[in-house]
């Protein structure tokens, strides 16, 4: 080995080393702004558009932050290893998957022990032995046996670590159907999805096309919107919003008032819609039923939101509408004087799908 050959190695290995150092100082400072909210402050809606936008994250990376720093909040033993340097963030990575405060302790210290290749098999073992814990459990119930509740992954995987290993029951083989969607008509159906696991509704997403094509024949045509409605009640006096007696922040008030239905106290006058539907669906169809905030685009859970408000003199005036999601819409009426969109020449910029 040369002199120059050995240089340049000692210099590499000093390098990654602190590589690894500022990744883990970047893995704490990222889980620290998005435990105490100061994303918001810093003019992003979200953690996701700050990651992306401020810090210039890639989506991977951005995952990979984020699903660590939440697991950290309930893994004192990880963050505080992680802090302390004795587990690198790419360790700390791994083991998330599968650490629970339950176990957090025997996987800290495995992680420690062994290299991230061996704990990288260590979990892949864990996660499979977990997932034939739970198909055994499935099989069982389908046999007729009582399982009131399915076991956590790691618990699953605890209990079949001591187990001898079986095979899954055999399945029936599936046939896959091919559907190919506009940009446009795939936001629409992933935001259906959302909706109905944000109801609670975890079935296949082939059930539920099956279960929305059988209940076109009872639904009136056209009738589309959440089966939940919120009741939302404005003092007269204080002018004060709240929700079953409970206050509403003034930036979640304005943004149901900017985009939602007043019910009238008459029940001989119609409700009436806060948006023309007409013109909502218009909106809706030129913003490709995404989130018009550069960098989100998110196609959940979307409203349509006044750019000059009601009260100052704004209108229902295509122009003046566009597309927010919920979170980049509260955060439109918390923050006014950050909107990235208000021109209409910003806006005929802003990339479509």
């Given at each position: 080995?040369?002199?120059d050959?050995r240089?340049?190695?000692?210099?590499?290995?000093?390098?990654?080393?602190?590589?690894?150092?500022?990744?883990?100082?970047?893995v704490?400072?990222?889980?620290?702004?998005?435990?105490?909210?100061?994303?918001?402050?810093?003019?992003?809606?979200?953690?996701?558009?700050?990651?992306?936008e401020?810090?210039?994250?890639?989506?991977?990376?951005?995952?990979?932050?984020?699903?660590?720093?939440?697991?950290?909040?309930?893994?004192?033993?990880?963050r505080?290893?992680l802090?302390?340097?004795?587990?690198?963030?790419?360790?700390?990575?791994?083991l998330?998957?599968?650490?629970?405060?339950?176990?957090?302790?025997?996987?800290?210290?495995?992680?420690?022990?062994?290299?991230?290749?061996?704990?990288e098999?260590k979990?892949?073992?864990?996660?499979?032995?977990?997932?034939?814990?739970?198909?055994?459990?499935?099989?069982?119930?389908?046999?007729g046996?009582?399982?009131?509740?399915?076991?956590?992954?790691?618990?699953?995987?605890?209990?079949?670590?001591?187990?001898?290993?079986?095979?899954?029951?055999?399945?029936?083989?599936?046939?896959?159907?091919?559907?190919s969607f506009?940009?446009?008509?795939?936001?629409?159906?992933?935001?259906?999805?959302?909706?109905?696991?944000?109801?609670g509704?975890?079935?296949?997403?082939?059930?539920?096309?099956?279960d929305g094509l059988?209940?076109?024949?009872?639904?009136?045509?056209?009738?589309?919107?959440s089966?939940?409605?919120?009741?939302?009640?404005r003092?007269e006096?204080?002018?004060?919003?709240?929700?079953?007696g409970?206050?509403?922040?003034?930036?979640?008030?304005?943004?149901?008032?900017?985009?939602?239905?007043?019910?009238?106290a008459?029940?001989?006058v119609?409700?009436?819609?806060?948006?023309?539907?007409?013109?909502?669906?218009?909106v809706?169809?030129?913003?490709?039923?995404?989130?018009?905030t550069?960098g989100?685009?998110?196609?959940?859970?979307?409203?349509?939101?006044?750019?000059?408000p009601?009260?100052?003199?704004?209108?229902?005036?295509?122009?003046?509408?566009?597309?927010?999601?919920?979170?980049?819409?509260?955060f439109?009426?918390?923050?006014?004087?950050?909107?990235?969109?208000?021109?209409?020449?910003?806006?005929?910029?802003?990339?479509?799908?």
């Open positions: 080995m040369s002199a050959s240089r340049a190695h000692q210099d590499l290995v000093r390098a990654l080393e602190r590589l690894r150092s500022a990744e883990r100082s970047a704490i400072l990222f889980a620290e702004i998005l435990r105490r909210g100061w994303f918001r402050s810093l003019g992003h809606a979200t953690m996701e558009l700050y990651a992306r401020a810090l210039g994250l890639s989506i991977a990376k951005t995952r990979q932050f984020l699903r660590l720093a939440r697991a950290l909040e309930e893994l004192p033993a990880t505080k290893a802090a302390e340097g004795t587990l690198p963030w790419t360790k700390a990575r791994t998330v998957a599968v650490a629970t405060p339950r176990t957090e302790a025997r996987w800290v210290g495995e992680a420690v022990a062994c290299t991230s290749r061996e704990l098999a979990v892949a073992q864990a996660r499979v032995r977990g997932r034939r814990e739970r198909d055994r459990l499935r099989h069982k119930r389908g046999q046996a009582l399982v009131l509740k399915e076991p956590r992954p790691d618990h699953a995987a605890a209990v079949a670590a001591d187990a001898s290993p079986r095979d899954a029951p055999p399945l029936e083989t599936p046939v896959t159907v091919a559907l506009t940009p446009v008509e795939h936001a629409r159906f992933q935001g259906l999805v959302e909706r109905r696991r944000k109801a509704d975890r079935r296949p997403r082939a059930a539920l096309v099956l059988a209940a076109l024949d009872a639904a009136p045509r056209g009738l589309v919107g089966p939940y409605q919120v009741k939302v009640s003092c006096v204080c002018n004060g919003v709240t929700v079953a409970r206050s509403v922040a003034p930036a979640a008030a304005e943004a149901m008032e900017c985009d939602g239905i007043q019910i009238s008459d029940p001989s119609p409700n009436r819609s806060s948006i023309p539907p007409a013109v909502r669906r218009a809706l169809a030129r913003d490709g039923h995404r989130c018009a550069p989100c685009g998110a196609v959940h859970f979307l409203e349509v939101h006044h750019i000059a009601r009260r100052s003199g704004g209108t229902h005036d295509p122009g003046n509408l566009i597309t927010l999601c919920s979170a980049c819409h509260r439109a009426h918390e923050r006014p004087d950050i909107l990235p969109w208000r021109t209409a020449e910003a806006r005929s910029t802003m990339p479509r799908p």
